[in-house]
């Protein structure tokens, strides 16, 4: 299965759960229905804050949002820092520079450098593929900790 299908299946499973409509749920959390209708369609990956934003509303993983984890734990979960903060930390905790990661998983530097310093902000398909060539969770990856 895809990124886009994985995340579409369950945040449908999510809203059928605690029986919401996009309509409903864009009046809770601030994300358009069209956004979220898109999403429920599988024709748009949501951005990092949304996935956030959704996962945070959920109370779970951003991993089990994307079905990289099918255990759900309802969580609540801190503020998370700015991507490029969090993204400096798991390559100084890894001991890895932009560099390397870029040779590896063929990123270029500027795109990289962007990230670092919180120009951008790189799409869930990159986030995915970065944790997972750290080891990590996409929590751990963006600096999402949960209260408890």
């Given amino acids: 299965m895809s990124i886009l299908s994985n995340f579409s299946e369950t945040l449908a499973e999510l809203m059928l759960i605690y029986n919401l409509k996009a309509e409903d749920l864009s009046k809770l959390i601030p994300i358009e229905r069209s956004t979220i209708t898109r999403h429920l369609e599988g024709k748009t990956i949501p951005t990092l804050p949304n996935a956030i ?5 959920f109370e779970c993983s951003l991993d089990y949002l994307f079905c990289l984890t099918n255990k759900y734990e309802k969580k609540k979960y801190l503020p998370c820092p700015p991507f490029s903060l969090a993204f400096q930390e798991i390559l100084k905790s890894n001991k890895c520079t932009r560099y390397r990661l870029g040779k590896d998983i ?29 080891g990590c969770t996409l929590d751990e990856l963006v600096g999402r900790k949960s209260v408890d």
């Fill in 53 to 57: 934003e959704i996962a945070d509303f």
């Fill in 106 to 134: 063929k990123y270029p530097n500027n795109t990289l450098i962007d990230w670092f310093y919180g120009k951008r902000i790189p799409r869930m398909d990159n986030v995915i593929k970065i944790a997972d060539y750290f």
